[in-house]
């Protein structure tokens, strides 16, 4: 099996979850730019995360043979301070030329505030000035519907912006229509207790297909399994998918949209 972890907060995790991935034949892990656990003080801390993301994590991962790559953003948790975001956001363009940096993400929004609203939009700006493929975190439980609604608004209004180049993640049963519809690439993100499991996902697939859709782990601080992608496969081997529909789902699919980088 080789498959793509197309979502994953390796800075959360232990040296044994690189192993792992490793033996259960992860080709690349990508690595959005997330809450630490704890809200940051001052623009210093995410200049130092930035650095973080750029340059010690990928030694990390080569250790074990697994190419590391990822996203730049102020998460939505932190966006309620627009100054403090501005500033953030201010430092982003300094990183964008470093060889492992995928675009912008994972930007959105939380509680669907006015605040984070603006902040989105102004990594959107951001996003489309600097030619930055998108990834998108979808708020949680029953504001993703809505929360979902503002953002699509937010990428469709601004014309620059090219749906085929915006990954919207988090997406569930009631949100995935909304995303593939718009013309955008959707993520179903696998948790054992919240979002997305692996049944639901294989769920989903059925139903909507496996065109401009991918499965990520986003293991974070929290309960969560870094080997949730391929466990999902084995979800879909179970059911009797063959080998040529695993192989896209878990891997060929990641690859097509992170390869417009």
Aim: some cysteine; glycine content about 6%.
């Amino acid at each position: 099996m080789r498959y793509i972890e197309p979502h994953a907060h390796m800075v959360s995790r232990v040296t044994d979850d690189y192993v792992d991935m490793a033996a259960a034949g992860c080709a690349a892990i990508c690595e959005p730019a997330f809450w630490a656990g704890f809200d940051r003080s001052s623009p210093r801390g995410f200049f130092d995360y930035f650095r973080q993301l750029t340059e010690f994590e990928p030694k990390r991962a080569a250790k074990f043979g697994i190419p590391h790559f990822c996203w730049l953003c102020i998460n939505p948790k932190e966006s309620e301070d627009v100054k403090l975001a501005t500033e953030v956001i201010d430092l982003i363009p300094e990183f964008l030329s470093a060889p492992n940096v995928l675009g912008i993400g994972e930007i959105g929004l939380n509680r669907n505030s006015r605040n984070e609203l603006k902040v989105l939009e102004l990594h959107v700006d951001l996003a489309a000035r600097q030619e930055q493929l998108i990834l998108v975190h979808t708020p949680h439980l029953e504001d993703k519907l809505k929360g979902t609604r503002l953002i699509l608004d937010v990428l469709k209004s601004d014309r620059r912006i090219r749906p085929e180049r915006c990954i919207i993640d988090h997406v569930e049963e009631h949100t995935v229509n909304l995303v593939l519809d718009g013309g955008f690439w959707a993520g179903m993100t696998l948790y054992p207790e919240t979002k997305c499991t692996a049944a639901r996902a294989v769920d989903i697939l059925e139903c909507y297909g496996s065109e401009r859709i991918w499965m990520n782990s986003a293991c974070d601080w929290g309960v969560s399994n870094p080997l949730a992608v391929p466990y999902a496969a084995l979800e879909m081997r179970r059911r009797g998918h063959n080998t040529e529909s695993i192989d896209k789902a878990i891997f060929g699919n990641p690859l097509r949209f992170l390869g417009q980088c």
